[in-house]
């Protein structure tokens, strides 16, 4: 049982840049695929970005050239570093981890694992 925690999140101004990061209890990225994902009040939650155990990525449209996804092998971490951050990024941010390592998906059902979420608020 992978247990995640998130944390970094935060409010900020349009433009800002928040760093989140998700520790793992256990060595996950050789073999698990991992991801972002992010729910607003009232909305679906959405895939921000992901990443397979072999480094491959995929982004999101809306926050392509802004967000970056990175881990730490060394700390069982994961990170998502967001700049030029907008209104509509307010969100509650989860991270999300699957035992399917060969592909990661923006979709939630790919997904056994996740974290209990941490707030980004983007003020205008």
């Known amino acids: 049982q992978v247990q995640l925690v998130e944390s970094g999140g935060g409010s900020v101004q349009s433009g800002g840049s928040l760093r989140l990061s998700c520790a793992a209890s256990?060595?996950?990225?050789?073999?698990?695929?991992m991801g972002w994902f992010r729910q607003a009040p009232g909305k679906e939650r959405e895939g921000v970005v992901c990443?397979?155990?072999?480094?491959?990525?995929v982004y999101a449209d809306s926050v392509k050239g802004r967000f970056t996804i990175s881990q730490d092998n060394a700390k069982n971490t994961l990170y998502l570093q967001m700049n030029s951050l907008k209104p509509e990024d307010t969100a509650m941010y989860y991270c999300?981890?699957?035992?399917?390592?060969?592909?990661?998906?923006?979709?939630?059902?790919?997904?056994?694992?996740w974290g209990q979420g941490t707030q980004v608020t983007v003020s205008s």
């Open positions: 999300a981890a699957s035992p399917i390592g060969r592909w990661c998906l923006l979709a939630a059902a790919h997904y056994n694992y």
């Open positions: 256990e060595y996950t990225y050789s073999s698990h695929s």
């Open positions: 990443i397979d155990s072999d480094g491959d990525t």
